[in-house]
């Protein structure tokens, strides 16, 4: 059997491998360690074996060794140990994450769950899931004839946790795959890519605050990734995303406009097919009445690290005294310039579309253009969900990975060090509660946008026609 095959199944054994060790009392464990902290402990030490039993594996195939082979294969391990020394470093609850926690406490005490402290501000399917891991886990002890009070929603919170190291190699294999595929440079692929992951503060936020932001992260991923051969599955992942959180759904508009029908029609049968099982099969809607009069009255933040635009506006407004009360409509208004100015963008991404399929409409050619269209439409719809959502704090800036990937890819080469600075202002550096120069990260997303405007791209096309994707498919 391939060795990758396998690698998946130890990933979940070393999940549940360090609770068992755990629950023996092992003489073998240091008593002296944190009762909570030591299925962290073993968790450690179970990756770390993993990672060399891998190493070993992996390297001993490449005959001959060359470091372009070696490269993709040592620097995803390398990160891997990077970021368990992060999961390890962050392995209690935090204040995000309890408010999670305690919306799935409310659901099994039948109570509102928009309600508790800290505020849950997202539809019920997360909570439902961690209220759904409890359940199980109680009846588990119960057979066993243990009190579950002490340990139950610990081992929620890790298995919660641990799964969070599984996601960022995921999340890194996903990224990978699309940069090959737009460049077929593998040893490029993981260099760039390993680069981004390392010095992306957004992601190490999402860690030590316990948010969800790597699964929308993948769910968008594995949505683009699939559009073209797995369309109904891209539809789920979309469903999927939106009952995370409400932004994959302006995916769609990029779909729409790609004519990816079967996908659309996947995510609207998915997001039913969900609905209605939450929903215990249409008997009880009651979670889904709490979420919307929750969200008829959003939060809106005004910390000078949040990049939403109500923010922005109403500091801006406070700071040369225009009054308040004009500041909803104001950002209504510059949600919809953001909102016709992406429009603009497809249309121009569709001429170009065109411009280049007449030009020269070899397979190659052919292959490359869909590539230029069905990413730069997808890259558009995730920025524009980052600029119009009514709270952005850093962790959600996890989601312009891609983006920021696919900028170098399409026109880093030409303009390195604007690419670069766009990439600074959004990732590299940490939240600042510092007028204006908190907004460091809607502006690199800026300028970003502004490079790869669609008209940037077809003029390089036009002098390095061999600089756009060139694979078919992953």
Not at 1 to 20: D, E, S
């Amino acid at each position: 059997m391939n060795q990758r095959y396998v690698y998946p199944f130890l990933g979940l054994f070393t999940i549940f491998l360090p609770l068992f060790l755990w629950s023996l009392n092992s003489p073998f464990i240091e008593p002296n360690t944190a009762f909570f902290k030591q299925p962290f402990s073993l968790f450690g030490f179970c990756i770390s074996v993993l990672v060399i039993v891998i190493a070993y594996f992996e390297f001993k195939k490449l005959k001959p060794k060359s470091l372009n082979q070696i490269i993709p294969i040592l620097l995803p391990l390398l990160l891997s140990v990077y970021f368990l020394f992060l999961i390890l470093e962050y392995s209690e609850r935090t204040y995000d994450y309890f408010a999670y926690e305690n919306a799935a406490k409310a659901i099994l005490e039948g109570t509102n769950p928009y309600i508790t402290r800290p505020p849950y501000l997202y539809p019920p399917l997360t909570a439902q899931i961690m209220a759904t891991v409890y359940n199980l886990i109680e009846k588990g002890f119960s057979i066993i004839s243990r009190d579950i009070t002490v340990v139950g929603w610990f081992i929620v919170f890790y298995l919660y946790h641990t799964t969070q190291f599984f996601l960022i190699i995921i999340a890194y294999l996903l990224c990978y795959k699309m940069v090959d595929n737009l460049c077929n440079n593998k040893y490029y692929s993981s260099l760039l890519v390993t680069i981004i992951f390392f010095i992306n503060y957004p992601l190490i936020i999402t860690l030590k605050n316990g948010q969800v932001n790597l699964w929308m992260l993948i769910l968008y991923l594995v949505a683009i990734v699939l559009v073209d051969s797995h369309p109904i599955c891209s539809g789920l992942a979309i469903s999927l995303g939106i009952n995370i959180k409400i932004y994959p759904v302006i995916l769609l508009l990029a779909f729409g406009v790609l004519k990816k029908r079967l996908a659309i029609i996947g995510t609207i049968v998915s997001c039913l097919g969900i609905v209605y099982i939450q929903t215990n099969f249409g008997k009880n809607w009651n979670l889904w009445l709490y979420f919307f009069e929750y969200f008829r009255d959003f939060p809106k933040k005004i910390s000078f690290n949040n990049n939403s635009l109500h923010s922005i506006i109403y500091n801006v407004f406070k700071l040369v005294g225009i009054s308040e009360s004009l500041v909803d409509i104001s950002v209504y208004v510059v949600s919809f310039a953001i909102f016709v100015w992406f429009i603009v963008r497809f249309t121009q991404r569709e001429k170009v579309y065109y411009s280049m399929m007449t030009v020269n409409k070899t397979e190659i050619n052919t292959l490359r253009s869909e590539k230029f269209r069905l990413y730069g439409h997808s890259m558009d719809a995730l920025a524009l969900s980052l600029m119009i959502s009514p709270s952005v704090w850093s962790h959600h800036y996890v989601l312009a990975i891609p983006i920021v990937l696919w900028a170098f890819v399409t026109i880093g080469y030409a303009k390195p060090w604007q690419v670069c600075l766009g990439t600074f202002l959004m990732l590299s550096i940490p939240a600042f509660n510092l007028f204006p120069f908190g907004y460091h990260r809607i502006i690199g997303l800026l300028i970003i946008m502004y490079l790869t405007n669609p008209k940037n791209i077809l003029a390089i096309w036009k002098t390095k026609p061999y600089s756009l994707p060139l694979k078919a498919d992953l």
